[in-house]
């Protein structure tokens, strides 16, 4: 299928008649110290600078955090599947017609790079196109077949969903329901592509690129 272009080194990737427009990358909260003309006395000051250094540890912690999760994504081990309570599944009416979507509604691509049901997608790649993980066994919406559902281990040891031996992503861009702003994208090595039941890469038509759908 046609691919867009991407220009190494813009990001995110631009597509001429697309709807979104670039994003920053995620940012990690930044907390805001009030800081004091004047100290009333020692131990109120000995009180606010008690704060504001506690304040500021915290603020680095979640910087950190957040950046290493960008980087590398989480490293916790996963546990075993269980019967209930999997990642959901569904279809969803889209402007590119019926694709596979999240529980949120979110359009979910696979990867072309990927290969023999293996995830190519790690660090910031990951980042911005987040895997659909799931703890327990996948579940269907109305319309998916269950039997082509499945999980793949990531190499931080969580379980991503496939579908058809395709694992599934969502993409940042996306930021409501419905919306199919990743497909026919060419990045980080590869083309992405929403996907229909049957498990193959969507072909939209000429009039098709993007935009947002019905319900489930």
Known sequence: ???????????????????????????????????????????????????KITLFIAAAALSGAALVAAAFGDTSSASPL????????????????NVLVDARGRTLYLFEKDRHGRSACFGACAAYWPPLLSTAKPRPGRGVHAALLGVTKRTNGKRQVTYAGHPLYTFIADTKAGQTNGEGLTNFGGVWDAIAASGRAVEPTASNSGGTGGGY
């Not at 597509?15 to 009030?34: D, E, I, K, M």
């Not at 269980?82 to 017609?97: D, E, I, K, M, P």
């Open 1 to 51: 299928m046609a691919a867009t272009a991407w220009t190494p080194g813009a990001w995110p990737p631009v597509r001429s008649n697309s709807s979104w427009t670039a994003l920053s990358s995620p940012r990690a909260p930044v907390a805001v110290v009030q800081t004091h003309r004047h100290r009333p006395n020692n131990s109120e000051w000995e009180l606010n600078m008690k704060r």
């Open 82 to 97: 269980h019967a209930s309570n999997g990642a959901l599944v569904a279809l969803r009416s889209t402007a590119l017609g």
